[in-house]
């Protein structure tokens, strides 16, 4: 196994993505809709997630690292409503690759999201190497 094959492990490239984000995120601002107490936004929090993905813009696997921050964003959402401080390195590696993986096969299959031939190429990479080993 090559060594570029091996950076596409969802261990390797979680622990990249979450080496970027804050230690802890507070996540008590959070904006609902009174009639709708299921949607809400934690405040500040997407603009953190866009910030970090686009510090990947110019890396060869932009796409998973871009798709992986916002399962990252994501799952702190989800999670920021039962508590008021995440550390992201807590977060169920589980629970965000669900997320992640879910995202990827949108990216794969839905062409108006806008990746390249060569980004659907290697995500379909990632799939093939991540699901012949075990989680």
């Known amino acids: 196994m090559s060594k570029a094959d091996s950076e596409l492990f969802f ?10 984000w804050p230690k802890s995120i507070d996540v008590k601002q959070l904006h609902a809709d009174k009639s709708r107490p ?8 997407g603009a953190m997630g866009d910030s970090i993905a686009e510090g990947f813009d110019d890396e060869i696997d932009a796409v998973l690292v871009t798709v992986l921050c916002d399962a990252v964003t994501s ?5 920021a409503l039962f508590c008021t401080e995440i550390e992201p390195a807590l977060l169920r590696p589980d629970t965000v690759r669900e997320n992640f993986e879910k995202r990827l096969h949108r990216a794969e299959t839905n062409p108006d999201l806008g990746w ?19 989680r």
């Open 38 to 45: 299921d949607l809400y936004v934690v405040s500040g929090l």
């Open 75 to 79: 799952t702190i959402r989800s999670a």
């Open 11 to 20: 261990s390797v490239l979680l622990e990249r993505v979450l080496h970027c």
């Open 116 to 134: 390249k031939k060569e980004d659907i190429l290697l995500i379909r990479r990632y799939f093939f190497l991540n699901n012949k080993r075990c």
